[in-house]
């Protein structure tokens, strides 16, 4: 069974589907939010809050959330 964690605003990840959990300030994680709205792997968990971190999927989803990568990382362990 998959775990589920909370990334914030009554939204849920399968952890074993997660492989990173990365600040969204670095260019290159910008560019990949951009990659992944242009090729309809982007999902929106912040509920028009301010983007904190965002985790990346075994299935090329990107996940933007409102929680920061401290937060999650709690949830994790």
């Known amino acids: 069974m998959n775990e ?3 990334i914030g605003c009554t939204s849920y990840v399968a952890l074993k589907k997660l492989t ?3 600040a969204p300030e670095a ?3 910008k560019r990949a939010v951009l ?3 242009n ?3 982007l999902i929106d968990a912040t509920c028009g809050r301010k ?3 965002v985790l990346f999927t075994d ?3 990107v996940i933007l959330s409102c929680l920061n990568v401290e937060e999650i990382e709690k949830k994790i362990k």
């Open 4 to 6: 589920l964690i909370n």
């Open 20 to 22: 990173a959990v990365v």
């Open 27 to 29: 260019a290159p994680i």
């Open 35 to 37: 990659c992944a709205k």
């Open 39 to 41: 090729s309809g792997k």
């Open 51 to 53: 983007t904190r971190s």
């Open 59 to 61: 299935s090329d989803h």
